[in-house]
């Protein structure tokens, strides 16, 4: 992979790279499309990685379909597949993490303690192996995307870190891998998670500030809408993970289990 993209640097082209787990939608696609928009050529990373699943999560039943995943990334424009395996990421006797403080210490990181040291790992260690000029990576992961926007910056890696819009159902349901598992009830109930959302993108353009107050009623709109546990629903700077500021952009950020199946979501509210 590494000496592919050295050549392909010292004849000139530019690389842009799209890393995933693979079981790809169209919400992966379109950063795939966007990667080839920016740059001449497009890599995709296939790699469910192991250090960013806790040990009760669902790493053993992650969706997987190489073939599928193969075909879908030609049509969308990808030149090249890197697909590794376990032992080529990962000796036996890998220590070496890195850590990004602070942002990683709510939302997700709260309910999964390890699991942005290990993306921020397996990051660093795809973009030296790729060595991208760009790297598209989704919305629908806000924390994820600014962490890596901090790792790249703190680190000085010589990526651009592009964000692309989240991708929907038509009900609002935001695309994911892990949609595969809600049974027909919880897909319906799912799409609540966006107009819970919507409720209250509505209310912050009715002029409403008082956060902790439309967190609470935002839970109560969508517990009366479908059967789940809400892991969390924050509203904090879009940028800092920090709480609101003033004429700042806010991210509503949302984490709701369907049984066993976490799904998350999030908009950047806006008047
Ligand atoms: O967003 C994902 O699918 C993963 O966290 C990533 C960025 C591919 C790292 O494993």
Redesign the pocket.
């Known amino acids: 992979m590494s000496e592919w993209s050295r050549e392909q640097h010292r004849s000139g082209k530019t690389i842009g790279f799209v890393?995933?787990?693979g079981y790809l939608h169209e919400g992966h696609l379109s950063l795939i499309r966007q990667a080839k928009e920016l740059c001449q050529l497009g890599v995709v990373?296939i790699?469910v990685?192991p250090t960013?699943f806790g040990p009760n999560e669902d790493l053993d039943r992650y969706p997987r379909d190489f073939e599928r995943d193969e075909q879908l990334c030609r049509s969308a424009g990808a030149d090249v597949i890197f697909y590794p395996d376990n032992r080529e990421m990962y000796f036996p006797d890998h220590f070496t993490w890195v850590i990004t403080e602070q942002m990683t210490q709510k939302l997700c990181g709260l309910s999964r303690p390890d699991h942005f040291r290990g993306?921020t790992t397996?990051?660093a260690k795809l973009f030296n192996i790729v060595q991208p000029d760009l790297a598209v990576?989704?919305q629908k992961?806000a924390q994820?995307a600014l962490v890596i926007k901090r790792m790249v910056s703190d680190l000085d890696f010589p990526v651009q870190i592009v964000v692309a819009p989240i991708v929907r159902e038509a009900d609002g349901l935001a695309l994911s891998s892990r949609n595969k598992f809600l049974d027909p009830k919880q897909r319906r109930e799912a799409a609540s998670i966006y107009q819970t959302i919507q409720f209250a993108d509505r209310e912050y353009k009715k002029g409403r500030r008082d956060f902790a107050v439309l967190a609470r009623q935002a839970g109560e709109f969508l517990n009366n809408r479908a059967e789940c546990r809400i892991d969390y629903i924050e509203f904090l700077d879009a940028e800092s993970l920090e709480s609101p500021a003033a004429d700042r952009p806010v991210l509503m950020a949302v984490a709701v289990y369907f049984g066993q199946t976490r799904l998350i979501d999030n908009l950047i509210l806006s008047d």
């Open positions: 890393p995933t787990m990373s790699y990685n960013q993306v397996i990051v990576f989704g992961d994820q």
